[in-house]
């Protein structure tokens, strides 16, 4: 996945918001009920420094603040959080950089790992500077 920074935090938050509550309202079954707005007191908490994003794939996120378009997404074996990484600017070196972890909604619960093993998604090893 690319990170590709679409939208300031205030309108990721809002599309976040937006999305959380067609959710509730499916889980709810209940169209008619109002959507409670619990998410802008814990939204600072988490998202404070962040970036929104949205991939390539479609998958949005909070990315470390430094991240910017052409960082990759990666899930490191061991790890229970993807992480945001940058290809040194160094010609032929390998290397990578860590800039922090990341939120990324839809493979936060092994979903990455599934497709792993089921073939769908490469692993490969890499080296961290």
Known sequence: MTVNPNADLEDGMKMVIEFLCQEYEKEANAV???CPHTLDSGTAKYALGRKFFITEKGYFGLAPAGAKSGDKIAILWGSSTPFVLRSSEIPDDPRWTILGETYV???MEGEVMAEEAAG???SSTILIK
């Open 120 to 122: 769908n998604v490469k």
């Open 105 to 107: 909604h839809g493979i």
């Open 32 to 34: 008619s009920r109002v």
